[in-house]
C-alpha cells in the first residue's frame, strides 16, 4: 500500500472491516459486498456442499440485482482499476464498466470445483460461467505455491502481510518469559473448536517451558496459564503473532503458509480432507525443512501434546524468499500509470 500513496484504495468485501483496520496503515473506503461464495463452511476443516450449491446458485442468479449498487459505486468514485482477489465477480464488473482488471490468485474456484463435478453435477454450469469470466481479465498475478497451469503476467513468491514489531516486543505483551517457548494455534477465519486443548492436555502441558497462544472465536483475552486464548479481532496483528512463535499449529491454508514461509517459523500443519487445494500447498510446506503434517483424526482426538513437542525439535529458517506482495504492488502500479 505504500507504493499506492496517491490512490484510495475502495474494498469490496464481507469479511469485517476491523481487519483490513489492522492490516492496513493508511485511509481507505469500505463497503460490505459479497465478491464470492467459494464455500459454505461447516468448520474451518469442512465444507457443506448443500449449502454451498445453494449458496452459489444465489449468488450468481441474482447477479445483475446484487451487482447493481456496486457499479453504481464504482462509477460514483471514478474507480480506475479493479484488482481481484481470486473472485471472478470483480472481472466481470470491472468488463461490464470497461475498467481495467486484474485477476490475483494461487487457484481460481473452477479449478475447485471441477475436482467435485462428477460427484456434484450441479457445479457445471457455474465451472464454465467461472471459466469464461477468469479468461477475459486483463492481467493476471500468480502467487506461489499455485495450482493448475495458466497463462499470467506475473508469477510471485509467496504474498503475505508484512511484519510490524519485533519478536521481543509481541512476547512481552503476551507476558511469554524469556526462556519459555511459545507455540500459536491459528485456523483461520472460520470458527474450529480446539478440542485437544481439554484439562488432561493442559496439566500435562505445564511439565514444559512453552505457552500457546489460540487465536479464537471469544470476548476479550483469556489467560489459563499457560494457554492463552484470543479474540478472532485482538491488539495483536496476526503476522506478528506468527513472527513472534517458535511454531505454528494451523489449518494449511495460503495465508498462514505465506506468513511462516516468509518469517521462517516451524509450521505443523492440519490437513483438509478431500480438498484439492492441498496437495500444492502441502508439497510446498514440506520443501520448507521445518514442517511437519498433523491429520485431521490426531489434531481433534489425537495427542497433540506430542505434536506440539515434535514442533519445537525443528528450527527456524532463514527465511531468504522475498515476500511476493511487493512485486504485486509494483505491477498495479504500472498498470495504473500506463496510458
Not at 476443516?45 to 449458496?55: F, G, Q, R
Not at 473472485?87 to 475498467?99: D, K, M, R, T
Not at 500468480?142 to 497451469?149: A, D, H, K, L, N
Not at 514442517?291 to 525443528?314: P, S
Request: proline residues 4%; negative net charge.
Amino acid at each position: 500500500m505504500k507504493r499506492l500513496h496517491s490512490v484510495t484504495p475502495l474494498i469490496l468485501s464481507t469479511v469485517p472491516k476491523e481487519f483490513f483496520q489492522n492490516s492496513i496503515e493508511r485511509d481507505f473506503l469500505y463497503y460490505p459486498f459479497q465478491t464470492d461464495v467459494g464455500f459454505v463452511q461447516a468448520s474451518a476443516l469442512e465444507v457443506d456442499m448443500d449449502k454451498s450449491i445453494t449458496a452459489l446458485e444465489n449468488f450468481y442468479g441474482n447477479y445483475e440485482e446484487n451487482t447493481k449498487d456496486i457499479k453504481d459505486l464504482l462509477l460514483k468514485t471514478d474507480t480506475k482499476l479493479v484488482v481481484s482477489d481470486i473472485s471472478p465477480i470483480g472481472i466481470q464488473i470491472a468488463n461490464e464498466l470497461n475498467l481495467t482488471s486484474i485477476l490475483i490468485e494461487n487457484f481460481t474456484w473452477d479449478w475447485i470445483y471441477e475436482f467435485y463435478e462428477d460427484r456434484v453435477p450441479k457445479l457445471r454450469p457455474i465451472i464454465n460461467k467461472i471459466k469464461k469470466i477468469n479468461q477475459t481479465a486483463q492481467y493476471r498475478i500468480r502467487t506461489i505455491p499455485y495450482c493448475g497451469e495458466y497463462d499470467c503476467d506475473l508469477i510471485v513468491p509467496p504474498v503475505s502481510r508484512c511484519v510490524r514489531k519485533g519478536r521481543d516486543r509481541v512476547r512481552e505483551e503476551l507476558n511469554i518469559g524469556a526462556g519459555e517457548k511459545m507455540i500459536l494455534v491459528s485456523m483461520g477465519g472460520v470458527f474450529e473448536r480446539l478440542s485437544f486443548i481439554n484439562e488432561s492436555f493442559v496439566e500435562e502441558l505445564r511439565n514444559y517451558p512453552v505457552k500457546l497462544v489460540c487465536c479464537t472465536d471469544g470476548v476479550g483475552l483469556r489467560d489459563c496459564g499457560n494457554v492463552i486464548f484470543l479474540p478472532k479481532f485482538s491488539q495483536f496483528y496476526h503476522p506478528d503473532l506468527v513472527n513472534a512463535s517458535d511454531g505454528v499449529i494451523g489449518k494449511l491454508g495460503y495465508s498462514t503458509l505465506a506468513e511462516v514461509a516468509n518469517t521462517g517459523v516451524p509450521f505443523a500443519f492440519v490437513v483438509r480432507e478431500d480438498y484439492p487445494e492441498m496437495d500444492c500447498l502441502k508439497t510446498f510446506a514440506l520443501t520448507l525443512g521445518n514442517a511437519l503434517e498433523v491429520n485431521l483424526l490426531e489434531f481433534r482426538e489425537g495427542d497433540m501434546l506430542q505434536k506440539v513437542l515434535g514442533l519445537l525439535g525443528l528450527r527456524r529458517s532463514n527465511a531468504d524468499a522475498k515476500n511476493g506482495a511487493g512485486e504485486c504492488a509494483d505491477f498495479i502500479v504500472k498498470v495504473l500509470n500506463r496510458p
